[in-house]
């Protein structure tokens, strides 16, 4: 077995802690709830539900009709072939051959998604606009489940799970590289076991293997974007082991599982790192993927240095650039972000020291080797660590959702407490013994519209029809022609596509990778 002794003791004492309400009636605080109002709960899912089918509308309607580039083009235009060439590390289909670089990431869950419909006749733009709002709902749900794990108000819960599935990292790449946000978007499904099994609600074992094959939606399209986010894991069953909430049996089994469901991508990579050229030594530089990473950027959720850049005129990513430029936007996931903050410093549940640790660490690794005007001493050096030997942790704002889910999670846990304080009778005495005065209720609630004003703000970049670069209703005829040619020539040797360019951006969309390299 994978777990603890029968609950006893402090275990169990907190398990029935969990469950208890205030004496006088009024709402408990996280981690103490009572059976949440059942006018509260049917309100809270039709809200609920409601915010997914606007976001899904949304975005099933941006740019109608029209495919355009969600990590690789091969996933909408030849998945099946895509997938059984992920098989092999060469490719001879790209350039003069090719190693194929996170290929074998896709075999599991993007690429089978989008074979799957794409075979039953789904169109292609259709199944990318599915994905977008697949990823989107399992973010916002799953962290909106951990809220509710902890104790939080109903309402609370369901505006925090926006409050994450909205961030700015999510939303700049929900429609441009979501492979990347993937992992981030199943971490809260990952940690809900772990709640439960550390308040007593789920046996260990069964929470340790929910835990890992919940995590092995992540994907491994990047070795990075994967492993970065199990950090909150790691920290908060390290702490349950070391608190002797859970066993050292329960930890190590669980860490075993994990290892076990990502070894598919790590034996992978490890065989490509065994034959690749240096690449890191060709692209961006530790000074370049810091540079947006400062303290406020971090807090926000926008020191992805991507988000800032501009070609010709034309936003690399759309969403990306908003969350970083618009001013209501960017005032909106500022407040936010100071509110989840504040939140989680006031929260007092079973989770208070894992989830402090978690985010403090997070704010670390994505900011430490920042440099600017108040660059710490560790900046340089660091920087010279992530262009050396820490070559492959340096897109630090990979370690997003290590700050982000603890971040969203104080947000819950401000909004309940807010809640409780609007709720309270007049002349009742709340937790901080003072008397609720009205101007205090009425104060709370302005609050409450407030931050709930600001997580639909930061929808903005959605509801504006900016998450995709330029798209294509169909590959032009001539590609085709072309393809179709080559078939027919006997010749071997390479095809010069002239004018060279370092990605597929064209007049009529842009596919990133070449065209013909999906149509051979």
Not at 52 to 58: G, H, K, Q, S
Not at 101 to 123: D, H, M
Not at 309 to 316: E, F, P, Q, S
Request: aromatic share 8%.
């Amino acid at each position: 077995m994978l777990g603890p002794r029968p609950y006893s003791g402090r275990a169990m004492q907190e398990t029935q802690e969990h469950h208890a309400t205030r004496s006088d009636g009024g709402p408990a605080r996280p981690d103490r709830p009572g059976r949440p109002d059942r006018g509260d709960a049917r309100r809270a899912v039709v809200l609920t539900v409601t915010a997914y089918v606007v976001l899904a509308v949304l975005i099933l309607t941006e740019k109608f009709g029209q495919t355009t580039s969600d990590t690789r083009l091969d996933l909408t235009n030849a998945p099946g072939d895509y997938l059984r060439s992920t098989l092999t590390l060469w490719s001879s289909q790209v350039s003069l051959g090719e190693l194929q670089n996170q290929a074998y990431g896709y075999l599991w869950p993007q690429g089978p998604f989008f074979a799957g419909l794409i075979e039953v006749g789904v169109a292609p733009w259709v199944t990318e606009r599915l994905w977008s709002v697949l990823v989107l709902v399992v973010a916002c749900e799953g962290l909106r489940r951990v809220a509710l794990a902890l104790g939080c108000h109903v309402g609370a819960a369901a505006v925090a799970g926006l409050a994450y599935g909205l961030s700015p990292r999510m939303v700049a790449e929900l429609g441009v590289r979501s492979a990347e946000i993937l992992p981030g978007a199943v971490l809260p499904w990952a940690l809900l076991p772990i709640v439960y099994a550390v308040t007593g609600r789920l046996a260990p074992w069964r929470a340790a293997l929910l835990s890992a094959a919940a995590f092995a939606f992540s994907g491994g399209v990047n070795g990075t974007a994967t492993f970065a986010p199990s950090v909150l894991l790691i920290v908060v069953v390290a702490w349950a082991v070391l608190s002797r909430r859970l066993t050292w049996r329960f930890g190590l089994g669980w860490a075993g599982l994990m290892v076990a469901v990502n070894a598919w991508w790590a034996v992978s990579l490890v065989q490509f790192g065994a034959y690749s050229p240096p690449f890191f030594d060709f692209v961006e530089d530790a000074r370049t993927t810091t540079r947006t990473a400062g303290l406020s950027n971090t807090l926000r959720g926008t020191s992805n240095w991507v988000d800032y850049i501009v070609v010709g005129g034309r936003r690399w990513w759309p969403a990306g650039y908003d969350v970083s430029f618009d001013a209501w936007v960017v005032l909106a996931s500022g407040v936010v972000a100071a509110v989840g903050v504040l939140g989680l410093l006031r929260y007092r549940g079973v989770l208070r020291v894992p989830l402090l640790l978690s985010a403090a660490l997070g704010i670390v690794a994505v900011s430490i080797a920042h440099t600017g005007p108040l660059a710490g001493p560790l900046a340089q050096p660091l920087q010279d660590l992530l262009d050396g030997p820490l070559a492959p942790l340096r897109n630090v704002p990979k370690a997003d959702p290590v700050l982000r889910v603890p971040v969203s999670l104080g947000v819950a846990v401000l909004l309940t407490q807010l809640v409780a304080l609007v709720r309270a009778r007049p002349g009742a005495q709340p937790r901080d013994e003072r008397r609720t005065s009205p101007g205090r209720r009425i104060a709370a609630g302005g609050v409450v519209a407030a931050i709930v004003a600001g997580v639909a703000t930061m929808a903005g970049p959605v509801a504006a029809g900016n998450l995709r670069t330029p798209g294509w209703s169909a590959l032009p005829d001539y590609w085709q022609a072309t393809s179709d040619y080559l078939d027919e020539t006997r010749d071997d040797g390479a095809v010069w596509v002239v004018p060279g360019s370092g990605f597929g951006i064209q007049t009529w969309g842009w596919t990133m990778e070449e065209p013909l390299q999906v149509l051979g």
